[in-house]
């Protein structure tokens, strides 16, 4: 990609290029793209676990959900359009604070893609247990050990068609695509016309749990899960032709489809389900096709056979549509580690069709990974949804940086009210995290710190790695720490609501409902504009920027084109 300038000062490059990779992703191929991130297994599952918490209000979750997305979603259109580079969450915060705050972020992005496939299998595997039983024990919630020899050859199978070129592999996910969205509002018009208006006060009470089961449901029942993937277009930027035009316009299309179908889903789900399940409310349906598969249960159950065998096949595309391309996306996370210099530079390696090879191997290897310490789709839903909201949090923190540090820079797409849309994204983001409970946040931490464990000794043998820009993050570990303890005494326990045994709650409940989300969003907006004001100076900046800007600079330069 040509480099762009400007007139200010003797650091004029104000886009950085990537190695190896071929623009070939038009409008629908970056639409699809995240789409098909988007409705995976999280449609299959989510209806239900949300229903379980609070009732017909889950209905407002997944609209509060979408629009609580959409903020989100409009910082990383702005970004992915102006540096339009492959793993682009991974490499913003680089760009705009330094090595210190990008090992964070990056580490998460990183997380993120990589444990998704897995997740996306076990979903696979408990729908499939319908036709072969012995791949998952619904008893447990756990795959057995045929469905974790399974799981392994699918996860091959997602590395396996990523070797194609990515004009090939785009044609493959777009009809995957167009399945995964016709079949959803397919559902969703058959039982429209089974709905049933009582159903949303099933139990006694439309919002089971009130306002504070609402917000936790958001994460806990895996509803944040289900819209993660818009940024999917922003981890292929580099593969996406005309980016400025095409990139924005793909991650708002994909959300405001995602949030659409989701909703209606949610709507037809609570509406189409029999009277004689709900004498206890949604919480305490006990048919086991309802909770091993869904939407094909129900279907099963008000005598729509033909659609609940076209949603069984269907719980095989989705989830395999969405980890073929969080395969993808993972590959590309790791490439755009490797050009900020925190993995090993054999990671940016591309085939002759454009394809970071390397990072499709691991991305197949560290998700054997997850496989063995959670057994079960829920399992894993709160910690993925922490990690993919922390990596989420970056971007309206770069928003707001590059909008001080280059406003002469051009902005395809500029995010509307940025200087107070930033951020409330922020805000948003630390609510989400503190919603997931103190359960996944002191997780996370350990993750964060075995990252910057792997990440630093990765480094240690690079003499081009950055410096760690230490001034520019002094702001990160007290937004770690500051929401590790605020989550700590705060109302959210985050022990799973659908773990087997699940845990006694290790927060202390000391600060007030209400109260906590307020300690919230000041904690919130003191570390936003903290990071505002410490953020890298521009001529630094810049010069991040530059180190990426130069194919002939680069140790991978050697690659195919």
Not at 419 to 446: C, N, Q
Not at 460 to 469: N, Y
Request: charged content about 10%; proline content about 6%; hydrophobic content about 55%.
């Amino acid at each position: 990609m040509a480099t762009e300038t400007s007139g200010a000062g003797p650091a004029v490059v104000t886009r950085p290029t990537d190695v190896g990779l071929k623009r070939e992703l038009g409008l629908i191929g970056a639409t699809w793209a995240s789409e098909t991130s988007i409705i995976g297994s999280g449609w299959l599952f989510g209806a239900l676990f949300a229903a379980q918490a609070v009732g017909g209000a889950a209905v407002l979750a997944w609209a509060i959900a979408g629009v609580v997305v959409i903020v989100l979603a409009l910082c990383h259109a702005e970004l992915g359009a102006m540096y339009p580079v492959s793993g682009g969450t991974a490499r913003f915060p680089h760009f705009a604070f330094g090595s210190v705050a990008g090992i964070s972020f990056g580490f998460f992005s990183y997380v993120q893609a990589v444990t998704i496939a897995p997740i996306e299998c076990f979903a696979f595997m408990q729908y499939a247990s319908y036709f072969w039983p012995g791949i998952y024990n619904p008893h447990t919630h756990v795959v057995t050990g045929a469905g974790f020899v399974l799981t392994i050859v699918l996860m091959a199978a997602f590395v396996a068609v990523n070797f194609l070129a990515m004009r090939i592999f785009a044609r493959v996910n777009n009809v995957i695509t167009w399945w995964k969205v016709a079949i959803p509002v397919l559902a969703i018009i058959v039982l429209l016309f089974k709905f049933h208006g009582g159903n949303f006060t099933a139990g006694g009470s439309f919002m089971p749990g009130g306002i504070k089961a609402l917000f936790g449901a958001l994460p806990a029942a895996g509803i944040i899960f289900a819209y993660s993937g818009f940024e999917q277009a922003d981890q292929l930027a580099g593969e996406i032709k005309n980016p400025g035009r095409n990139l924005p316009r793909a991650i708002i299309i994909s959300i405001l489809i995602g949030t659409a179908i989701y909703v209606l889903l949610q709507v037809a789900f609570v509406g189409a389900m029999p009277a004689d399940q709900l004498g206890k409310g949604f919480a305490g349906i006990t048919n086991t096709d309802v909770l091993s598969g869904p939407f094909a249960g129900l279907a099963g159950l008000i005598g729509l056979g033909w659609l609940a065998w076209i949603l069984r096949i269907d719980a095989f595309v989705s989830p395999t549509g969405t980890g073929l391309i969080y395969t993808t996306g993972t590959s590309r996370v790791s490439y755009g580690l490797a050009r900020n210099r925190y993995y090993p530079q054999i990671f940016g390696k591309v085939s002759k069709n454009g394809i970071p090879w390397v990072g499709l191997i691991f991305a197949f290897l560290i998700g054997l990974l997850f496989l063995l310490p959670f057994p079960s789709w829920h399992s894993l839903v709160g910690l993925i949804t922490g990690a993919s909201v922390l990596m989420y949090a970056g971007a309206p923190l770069s928003v707001g940086a590059f909008r001080g540090q280059v406003p002469e820079a051009s902005r395809p797409y500029r995010m509307p009210a940025a200087a107070v849309l930033a951020p409330a994204a922020f805000i948003v983001a630390d609510l989400l995290i503190y919603w997931s409970g103190f359960e996944v946040v002191w997780k996370l931490g350990i993750v964060l710190v075995l990252g910057y464990v792997v990440i630093g000794a990765f480094m240690a043998f690079d003499p081009q790695r950055p410096p760690l820009d230490w001034k520019s993050a002094v702001w990160l570990p007290a937004w770690l720490i500051g929401l590790g303890i605020i989550s700590w005494q705060g109302q959210y326990s985050g022990a799973a609501s659908g773990d087997t045994h699940p845990l006694p709650p290790t927060n202390t409940f000391h600060i007030g409902f209400w109260y906590d989300m307020l300690v919230i969003a000041a904690f919130s907006l003191a570390i936003y504009y903290w990071a505002m004001w410490t953020k890298l100076p521009r001529e630094e900046m810049l010069t991040l920027v530059n180190k990426q800007a130069s194919a002939g600079d680069d140790p991978m330069s050697d690659v195919h084109h």
